[in-house]
């Protein structure tokens, strides 16, 4: 399980996204430590409880990751959506069980 900000961008087909970006972001939660983005696995180490170079890294797909006191990750990633903003991109986070997919 994970905690997930999800921050909506409408995807202009005339940017410039990293490789691998899809018009619509897929995530699914692993588990505890991994997810996958745009079918891409980022692992969070075990032990590790910030991850301050997360945005570059993940080329601003994931903005912002660490872990709280009870080694549960909260994360805030960018969620790219074609015509409507998806429901859960509020700016609220969200607890995301493993296996989860969005």
């Known amino acids: 399980m994970m905690y997930i900000t ?11 996204y990293s490789e691998g970006t899809l018009p619509n972001t897929a995530i699914k939660v692993i588990d505890d430590d991994t ?10 180490p075990i032990g590790e409880v910030s991850w301050p170079d997360i945005s570059v890294n993940t080329h601003g797909k994931i903005e912002k990751a ?12 960018r969620i790219l959506y074609t015509k ?5 991109a509020d ?5 995301i069980q493993d296996g989860e997919t969005l």
Do not use: C, G
């Open 66 to 77: 660490f872990r709280d006191d009870n080694s549960k990750i909260h994360l805030m990633v």
């Open 91 to 95: 700016l609220q986070e969200h607890e």
């Open 84 to 88: 409507t903003i998806p429901r859960i």
């Open 35 to 44: 997810i996958e983005y745009d079918w891409q696995e980022v692992v969070f």
């Open 6 to 16: 999800f921050s909506p961008v409408h995807y202009n087909p005339y940017a410039q």
